[in-house]
């Protein structure tokens, strides 16, 4: 009888009680695999390093097999992936009302199903209104092909620091095009309610400011854990360093980045009373400028509408003299590509007779671990879908003007984030206990309409100097 135990050039994973037969099956089925991954690296040559330019992670942290989130990721590549595509794959119709509250469930296991592939865990997805997402998809000029592309190739991703306040974890695609958030399940379910007005909201206004969503779904980890997440865009380019970041939600209590931080991070983002206090505008000449304030007062009309609140401007700033020459995004980045081509496969023992088989596939799986890349090539242009944007179409952002509308030395990369929070018991709790010791009117958690009001007076009066007297 073969054993397991036999030293071999990687280490054998654990396969528990196995009879002879299930194990030289096995064996040999481990052994065929790593065979035909030395072949193939050693007979690919060119071609090998031509997949390997394509399959580079852009930007981010590693994560990988053994990273506390790889699973996590792993099922959040493989359910977009089949949802996106099925949906992808029928013949486009007008939207009912049904579909603004479609959910569509799937569920992965090792062995897989006629519509779903064998996966690398079990888990159970679900694709929130996909017909809704399709569209807003079109409407921002997304190719389906393209995102699965960007999303999912190789099971390629990178993971954005750490949890932020909120608890929410973010992920980069592997190109730094989009970015998968998780939210709260009051989030998703707020989301799901204000996605009809959303989506008029975009079809009126193609070159809205507010964040741009693709998909919203859930997992179903084994032992009943469900997380729920978002896709969006980024309103980061790819292909510039920003030397500048700033959250601005127009209040002052509490938004200063300490002047600790920022020596010890000169990239950290920095906030409203960092914006006052650096004497900070966005120079814009007086088309810009209009076309700036006009978009941004429709967008915040319909949040105040929606009753929400706690949104900001995130505001990037590129500076043209400074270039790309201090590589701030490769200083502290990781890159990872993983080797993930047998998921591709069909495993020579997959079975429905008897469980102990699935098992048995699931665990040989996780002796594959990925490969660390030697550096990162960032993409020289930005994403095809900004040009239809006018805030992002000069070199993916927003020129900076003078008053004569020349154009002067900064790109701007804006975008209006956080708009999934509603002002509701927890918020209004939260505005009286602040109020108690602050002003109550500098606070964040105010009503939405007073919220409204301030962050667009905030933006009016820090936008650029000169303003017309109407934006005053």
């Not at 048995?360 to 960032?378: D, T």
């Not at 020289?380 to 008053?403: M, Q």
């Amino acid at each position: 009888m073969s054993s397991l135990a036999t030293p071999l050039r990687h280490t054998t994973p654990d396969l528990g009680d196995l009879d002879s037969e299930e194990r030289e099956a096995l064996e040999a089925e481990i052994l065929a695999r790593r065979v035909a991954r030395r072949v193939s690296r050693k007979n690919t040559g060119l071609e090998e390093e031509e997949e390997e330019e394509e399959d580079r992670v852009f930007i981010g942290t590693r994560v990988a097999e053994g990273h506390p989130n790889y699973q996590l990721m792993y099922d959040m590549l493989t359910g977009i992936r089949i949802a996106v595509g099925r949906v992808s794959a029928k013949i486009r119709r007008d939207l009912t009302q049904e579909d603004f509250s479609a959910a569509h469930k799937l569920v992965f296991d090792v062995t897989g199903t006629e519509l779903t592939p064998g996966v690398k865990y079990d888990f159970k997805f679900k694709d929130y209104a996909p017909w809704v997402f399709r569209i807003l998809r079109e409407k921002f000029h997304i190719d389906a092909a393209d995102y699965m592309m960007s999303l999912t190739n190789k099971y390629i991703l990178s993971e954005l620091g750490s949890p932020g306040k909120s608890g929410s974890f973010f992920y980069y695609s592997r190109d730094y095009r989009f970015i998968i958030k998780t939210i709260h399940h009051s989030e998703h379910k707020f989301m799901r309610k204000v996605l009809k007005d959303y989506y008029q909201h975009v079809c009126k206004n193609p070159n809205t400011l507010l964040c741009r969503f693709y998909g919203l779904y859930r997992i179903k980890l084994p032992h009943g854990r469900k997380i729920h997440f978002v896709v969006m865009s980024n309103v980061f380019p790819a292909n510039k360093d920003i030397h500048e970041t700033y959250d601005l939600k127009g209040s002052t209590f509490g938004r200063r980045t300490s002047d600790e931080e920022i020596i010890k991070n000169p990239h950290a983002v920095m906030k409203d009373q960092n914006w006052v206090q650096r004497n900070k505008t966005l120079e814009l000449g007086p088309s810009k400028r209009h076309l700036f304030i006009t978009q941004l007062e429709r967008d915040i009309e319909l949040l105040k509408t929606l009753n929400i609140m706690d949104y900001s401007l995130l505001i990037g700033i590129h500076d043209l003299q400074r270039g790309n020459r201090e590589g701030i995004r490769d200083h502290r980045l990781h890159i990872v590509k993983p080797d993930t081509r047998y998921l591709d496969r069909e495993s020579s023992h997959r079975t429905h007779k008897r469980e102990n088989k699935a098992t048995m596939v699931r665990k040989a799986l996780k002796s594959i671990n990925p490969v660390q890349l030697n550096s990162s090539e960032l993409p020289g242009s930005p994403s095809e879908e900004r040009r239809y944007c006018v805030f992002y179409a000069e070199e993916g952002g927003f020129f900076s003007t003078g008053e004569q509308d020349e154009f002067l030395d900064n790109i701007y990369f804006v975008g209006v984030i956080d708009i999934l929070t509603p002002y509701n018991l927890l918020k209004r709790t939260e505005h009286l206990w602040k109020s108690l010791t602050q002003d109550k009117h500098t606070i964040s958690a105010v009503h939405p309409l007073e919220y409204g009001a301030r962050f667009m007076h905030f933006m009016k009066k820090s936008v650029t100097r000169g303003e017309s007297s109407k934006d005053k």
